[in-house]
């Protein structure tokens, strides 16, 4: 069945739903294949120098914040810096580059959560965008902490975390499942307490509605992996338009092929060729 897979589109952000395992499907064009059957199979994938916006479908020869063309990564407020430092947010400036976007995506709940991708990291997402973030992310486990009331608040909220906890993942040990056990409900009832004046002064801006303590339960993610790459080579389709590999592996935006894993968030936008050999 799988050797009759031949796709040819441009590549977005693998979709996923939680589960054990986690169920990765890859989307190319309109075509979405189901990933996690593929693994132990010889795959393929080739680059033909064509990068489409993912927002505007413009050709660009450059690919700016993970798709976009340059005009839109100036224009759009999704590829505005505040999006990177949401404690930048300038919307209440009056200044957002797309007021009614920043309505629908920012001036909305978010949650602040402790995750365990590669240690104990903190981080802040939309609250739909649950567990889809701490998949993309190569989570093993999860957990809500606050949810608060706009994407400004998560940010003071996580600069406050920041000066106890980690903010980033380590990729190359997420993608070696070199990853420690962490009890995430203990973890969270100490970082409550280290940020308890933070929060209190928030809430005293803010409104004491504005951010909540949850007491939700951890999720736990397990990955599709049959072989735990010894050292993480990396692909690249800017370098190396033709990557070719056993799938061994799918974690976080990653695919692990035995000659090297690719982040396929990374080329989003790009027109890619993509084959099952055996
Ligand atoms: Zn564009």
């Known amino acids: 069945m799988s050797e009759s897979i031949d796709v040819t589109g441009r590549l977005r952000k693998m979709p996923a739903e939680a589960g054990d395992p986690v169920a990765y499907n890859l989307a ?8 996690n059957d593929l693994i132990g199979h010889k795959v393929r994938l080739n680059f033909d120098g064509v990068i489409r916006c993912i927002h505007c479908d413009r050709t660009t020869k450059k690919s700016f914040n993970q798709g976009y063309c340059y005009p839109c990564f100036r224009k759009l407020a999704a590829c505005d810096s505040c999006i990177m430092s949401p404690e930048k947010c300038h919307y209440h400036l009056g200044t957002c580059r797309e007021p009614e976007w920043g309505e629908a995506n920012c001036m909305v709940e978010h949650v602040v959560y402790l995750a365990n991708s590669s240690g104990l990291k903190v981080g802040i997402t939309r609250a739909t965008q649950v567990p889809t973030r701490w998949i993309d992310q190569g989570a093993v486990t999860a957990i809500p902490m606050l949810r ?17 906890v980690a903010d980033r993942t380590n990729w190359r040990a997420m993608l070696k499942g070199d990853v420690p056990e962490l009890d995430l409900v203990q973890e969270r009832e100490r970082l409550l307490d280290l940020i308890a004046d933070d929060l209190a002064q928030l809430r005293a801006q803010h409104g004491e509605e504005s951010i909540r303590i949850v007491d939700e339960a951890t999720l736990g993610l397990g990955y599709p992996v049959q072989v735990w790459p010894a050292k993480v080579k990396t692909h690249n389709l800017d370098k190396t338009p033709e990557v070719e590999g056993l799938l061994e592996g799918i974690k976080g935006q990653y695919l692990m092929l035995d000659t090297g894993v690719i982040n396929i968030r990374k080329f989003t936008g790009y027109e890619v060729r993509f084959r099952v050999l055996d």
């Open 148 to 164: 608060v009331a706009s994407r400004y608040l998560s940010g003071l909220v996580e600069v406050a975390c920041k000066n106890h």
């Open 28 to 35: 190319i064009g309109d075509n979405r294949i189901t990933l």
